[in-house]
């Protein structure tokens, strides 16, 4: 199993694209994803699923 599985898996069943995150989050995409290469904190993961979370509403609205 890859590091970050459910972060992993939360944006590829939301259909939300990592770089989307990344921009949110505040870095580059290719900075994200070398940062989930590694287990994150779970500080990290709380910030990183409300970004997904804004996102899976965001695109909620949009329909």
């Known amino acids: 199993m890859k590091a970050n599985q459910e972060l992993r898996t ?3 069943e939301n259909h939300i694209r990592y770089w989307q ?10 900075a994200f994803s ?3 290469r590694r287990e994150l904190p779970e500080e990290e993961k709380e ?11 965001e695109k909620e609205e949009k329909k």
């Not at 995150?21 to 290719?30: F, L, S």
């Not at 910030?47 to 509403?57: A, C, E, P, S, V």
């Open 47 to 57: 910030k990183i699923n409300k970004i997904i979370d804004k996102l899976i509403k």
């Open 10 to 12: 939360r944006i590829e």
């Open 21 to 30: 995150v990344a921009y949110e989050y505040g870095i580059d995409d290719t």
């Open 34 to 36: 070398k940062k989930l």
